[in-house]
T-cell receptor, first 116, second 111 residues
Protein backbone atom coordinates (compact mmCIF):
# COMPACT_ATOMS: atom_id res chain seq x y z
CA UNK A 1 0.00 0.00 0.00
CA UNK A 2 0.85 3.65 -0.21
CA UNK A 3 3.26 5.06 2.34
CA UNK A 4 3.00 8.26 4.28
CA UNK A 5 5.81 9.33 6.55
CA UNK A 6 5.85 11.76 9.43
CA UNK A 7 8.76 13.43 11.09
CA UNK A 8 9.58 13.58 13.90
CA UNK A 9 7.93 10.55 15.50
CA UNK A 10 8.38 12.02 18.97
CA UNK A 11 9.22 15.47 20.18
CA UNK A 12 9.52 17.04 23.57
CA UNK A 13 9.60 20.80 23.74
CA UNK A 14 9.40 23.52 26.33
CA UNK A 15 6.33 25.62 26.80
CA UNK A 16 6.36 28.66 24.55
CA UNK A 17 8.42 27.15 21.76
CA UNK A 18 7.21 26.15 18.30
CA UNK A 19 7.33 22.69 16.78
CA UNK A 20 7.12 21.73 13.11
CA UNK A 21 5.81 18.35 12.01
CA UNK A 22 6.29 17.12 8.46
CA UNK A 23 4.00 14.79 6.56
CA UNK A 24 5.14 13.26 3.28
CA UNK A 25 3.39 11.01 0.80
CA UNK A 26 6.18 8.84 -0.51
CA UNK A 27 4.75 7.13 -3.57
CA UNK A 28 1.83 9.23 -4.75
CA UNK A 29 0.96 12.87 -5.14
CA UNK A 30 -1.54 14.22 -2.69
CA UNK A 31 -3.31 17.49 -3.38
CA UNK A 32 -5.18 17.01 -0.14
CA UNK A 33 -3.79 16.03 3.23
CA UNK A 34 -5.47 16.02 6.60
CA UNK A 35 -4.21 16.73 10.09
CA UNK A 36 -5.74 14.94 13.05
CA UNK A 37 -5.23 15.09 16.74
CA UNK A 38 -5.78 12.12 19.03
CA UNK A 39 -5.83 12.18 22.82
CA UNK A 40 -5.24 8.91 24.72
CA UNK A 41 -8.04 6.40 24.28
CA UNK A 42 -10.03 8.82 22.16
CA UNK A 43 -10.94 9.05 18.53
CA UNK A 44 -9.21 11.05 15.82
CA UNK A 45 -10.38 14.63 15.65
CA UNK A 46 -9.89 16.39 12.35
CA UNK A 47 -8.04 19.66 12.82
CA UNK A 48 -7.72 20.89 9.27
CA UNK A 49 -7.69 19.97 5.62
CA UNK A 50 -4.49 20.93 3.86
CA UNK A 51 -4.77 21.78 0.17
CA UNK A 52 -1.73 22.03 -2.05
CA UNK A 53 -1.17 25.57 -3.22
CA UNK A 54 -3.96 27.12 -1.18
CA UNK A 55 -4.93 27.91 2.37
CA UNK A 56 -5.86 25.15 4.74
CA UNK A 57 -9.44 24.70 5.86
CA UNK A 58 -9.68 24.55 9.63
CA UNK A 59 -12.36 22.77 11.63
CA UNK A 60 -14.47 24.72 14.05
CA UNK A 61 -12.63 25.46 17.27
CA UNK A 62 -9.13 24.98 15.83
CA UNK A 63 -7.02 28.14 15.98
CA UNK A 64 -5.42 28.71 12.59
CA UNK A 65 -2.85 31.11 14.03
CA UNK A 66 -1.72 28.49 16.51
CA UNK A 67 -1.65 25.52 14.16
CA UNK A 68 0.00 26.74 10.99
CA UNK A 69 -0.35 24.48 7.99
CA UNK A 70 1.67 24.71 4.81
CA UNK A 71 1.15 22.42 1.83
CA UNK A 72 3.76 23.72 -0.53
CA UNK A 73 4.15 20.65 -2.72
CA UNK A 74 2.15 17.63 -3.80
CA UNK A 75 4.06 15.40 -1.41
CA UNK A 76 4.64 17.54 1.65
CA UNK A 77 2.45 19.20 4.23
CA UNK A 78 3.72 20.71 7.47
CA UNK A 79 1.98 21.51 10.73
CA UNK A 80 3.61 24.02 13.04
CA UNK A 81 2.37 24.23 16.59
CA UNK A 82 3.25 27.76 17.64
CA UNK A 83 3.87 28.82 21.21
CA UNK A 84 3.13 25.33 22.43
CA UNK A 85 1.58 24.76 25.85
CA UNK A 86 1.21 21.57 27.90
CA UNK A 87 -2.41 21.22 26.77
CA UNK A 88 -1.14 20.89 23.18
CA UNK A 89 0.54 17.62 24.15
CA UNK A 90 -1.09 14.99 21.99
CA UNK A 91 -0.66 12.50 19.17
CA UNK A 92 -0.76 14.32 15.83
CA UNK A 93 -1.50 12.19 12.78
CA UNK A 94 -1.54 13.26 9.16
CA UNK A 95 -3.11 11.48 6.25
CA UNK A 96 -2.82 11.87 2.52
CA UNK A 97 -5.78 11.41 0.24
CA UNK A 98 -5.29 9.23 -2.80
CA UNK A 99 -7.79 10.38 -5.38
CA UNK A 100 -7.63 7.25 -7.50
CA UNK A 101 -9.40 4.01 -6.62
CA UNK A 102 -11.19 4.02 -3.29
CA UNK A 103 -10.34 7.58 -2.31
CA UNK A 104 -8.39 6.08 0.54
CA UNK A 105 -6.70 8.11 3.17
CA UNK A 106 -3.26 6.79 4.00
CA UNK A 107 -2.17 7.66 7.49
CA UNK A 108 1.26 8.58 8.68
CA UNK A 109 2.71 6.89 11.77
CA UNK A 110 1.93 9.92 13.94
CA UNK A 111 3.96 12.35 16.01
CA UNK A 112 3.77 12.32 19.77
CA UNK A 113 4.22 15.83 21.08
CA UNK A 114 4.97 16.45 24.73
CA UNK A 115 5.14 20.02 25.94
CA UNK A 116 6.81 20.51 29.30
CA UNK B 1 -22.37 19.02 13.09
CA UNK B 2 -22.11 15.44 11.99
CA UNK B 3 -21.61 12.88 14.72
CA UNK B 4 -20.57 9.28 14.35
CA UNK B 5 -21.04 7.05 17.37
CA UNK B 6 -19.84 3.53 17.91
CA UNK B 7 -20.93 0.91 20.39
CA UNK B 8 -19.66 -0.70 22.43
CA UNK B 9 -16.86 1.54 23.58
CA UNK B 10 -14.88 -1.46 24.78
CA UNK B 11 -15.23 -5.21 24.54
CA UNK B 12 -13.19 -7.98 26.06
CA UNK B 13 -13.60 -11.43 24.54
CA UNK B 14 -11.91 -14.76 24.78
CA UNK B 15 -10.10 -16.02 21.74
CA UNK B 16 -12.52 -17.84 19.48
CA UNK B 17 -15.54 -15.75 20.41
CA UNK B 18 -17.22 -13.47 17.92
CA UNK B 19 -17.17 -9.68 18.09
CA UNK B 20 -19.33 -6.95 16.57
CA UNK B 21 -19.02 -3.19 16.62
CA UNK B 22 -21.82 -0.91 15.47
CA UNK B 23 -21.46 2.50 13.90
CA UNK B 24 -24.23 5.11 13.71
CA UNK B 25 -24.13 8.44 11.94
CA UNK B 26 -26.38 11.40 12.64
CA UNK B 27 -26.46 12.14 8.92
CA UNK B 28 -26.68 10.08 5.73
CA UNK B 29 -23.28 9.04 4.47
CA UNK B 30 -22.02 8.83 0.92
CA UNK B 31 -19.59 6.12 1.96
CA UNK B 32 -18.09 4.62 5.06
CA UNK B 33 -14.65 3.29 5.77
CA UNK B 34 -13.32 1.10 8.54
CA UNK B 35 -9.90 1.39 10.14
CA UNK B 36 -7.97 -0.61 12.72
CA UNK B 37 -5.53 1.03 15.08
CA UNK B 38 -3.20 -1.14 17.11
CA UNK B 39 -2.04 0.20 20.50
CA UNK B 40 0.63 2.83 19.87
CA UNK B 41 0.05 2.70 16.13
CA UNK B 42 -1.78 4.66 13.48
CA UNK B 43 -5.07 3.83 11.76
CA UNK B 44 -4.83 1.30 8.98
CA UNK B 45 -7.48 1.19 6.27
CA UNK B 46 -9.56 -1.99 6.20
CA UNK B 47 -12.37 -1.43 3.74
CA UNK B 48 -14.78 1.03 2.13
CA UNK B 49 -18.52 0.54 1.65
CA UNK B 50 -20.44 2.69 -0.79
CA UNK B 51 -23.76 1.10 -1.69
CA UNK B 52 -26.87 0.92 0.44
CA UNK B 53 -27.12 -2.54 2.04
CA UNK B 54 -23.64 -3.50 0.88
CA UNK B 55 -21.91 -6.44 2.57
CA UNK B 56 -18.23 -7.19 2.16
CA UNK B 57 -16.09 -9.91 3.64
CA UNK B 58 -12.40 -10.11 4.35
CA UNK B 59 -11.55 -13.54 5.74
CA UNK B 60 -13.06 -13.49 9.27
CA UNK B 61 -14.28 -9.90 8.99
CA UNK B 62 -17.73 -9.01 7.66
CA UNK B 63 -18.69 -5.40 7.00
CA UNK B 64 -22.21 -4.12 6.40
CA UNK B 65 -23.59 -0.77 5.31
CA UNK B 66 -27.16 -0.06 6.31
CA UNK B 67 -30.00 0.44 3.88
CA UNK B 68 -30.38 4.07 4.93
CA UNK B 69 -26.61 4.61 4.72
CA UNK B 70 -26.54 5.93 8.27
CA UNK B 71 -25.19 2.88 10.04
CA UNK B 72 -22.65 0.16 9.57
CA UNK B 73 -21.25 -2.82 11.40
CA UNK B 74 -18.08 -4.85 11.57
CA UNK B 75 -18.30 -8.46 12.69
CA UNK B 76 -15.28 -10.60 13.46
CA UNK B 77 -15.80 -14.35 13.58
CA UNK B 78 -13.66 -16.45 15.92
CA UNK B 79 -11.45 -13.67 17.21
CA UNK B 80 -7.72 -14.11 17.54
CA UNK B 81 -5.23 -12.24 19.71
CA UNK B 82 -4.00 -10.49 16.57
CA UNK B 83 -7.40 -8.78 16.31
CA UNK B 84 -6.61 -6.66 19.37
CA UNK B 85 -6.89 -2.94 18.70
CA UNK B 86 -9.37 -0.13 18.27
CA UNK B 87 -11.74 -0.27 15.34
CA UNK B 88 -12.97 3.00 13.91
CA UNK B 89 -15.61 3.65 11.33
CA UNK B 90 -15.26 6.88 9.38
CA UNK B 91 -17.84 8.41 7.10
CA UNK B 92 -18.03 10.93 4.32
CA UNK B 93 -21.05 13.02 3.44
CA UNK B 94 -21.90 14.25 -0.03
CA UNK B 95 -18.87 14.94 -2.19
CA UNK B 96 -16.71 16.10 0.72
CA UNK B 97 -13.34 14.44 0.95
CA UNK B 98 -12.93 14.69 4.70
CA UNK B 99 -13.75 11.80 6.98
CA UNK B 100 -15.54 12.03 10.29
CA UNK B 101 -14.29 9.32 12.57
CA UNK B 102 -16.48 7.35 14.90
CA UNK B 103 -15.78 7.14 18.60
CA UNK B 104 -14.10 3.77 18.19
CA UNK B 105 -14.46 0.36 19.79
CA UNK B 106 -11.51 -1.07 21.63
CA UNK B 107 -11.25 -4.83 21.39
CA UNK B 108 -9.28 -6.91 23.84
CA UNK B 109 -8.82 -10.62 23.15
CA UNK B 110 -7.41 -13.01 25.72
CA UNK B 111 -6.54 -16.71 25.53
Amino acid sequence: GAVVSQHPSRVICKSGTSVKIECRSLDFQATTMFWYRQFPKQSLMLMATSNEGSKATYEQGVEKDKFLINHASLTLSTLTVTSAHPEDSSFYICSALRTSGNYEQYFGPGTRLTVT
Amino acid sequence: GQQVMQIPQYQHVQEGEDFTTYCNSSTTLSNIQWYKQRPGGHPVFLIQLVKSGEVKKQKRLTFQFGEAKKNSSLHITATQTTDVGTYFCAGRTGTASKLTFGTGTRLQVTL
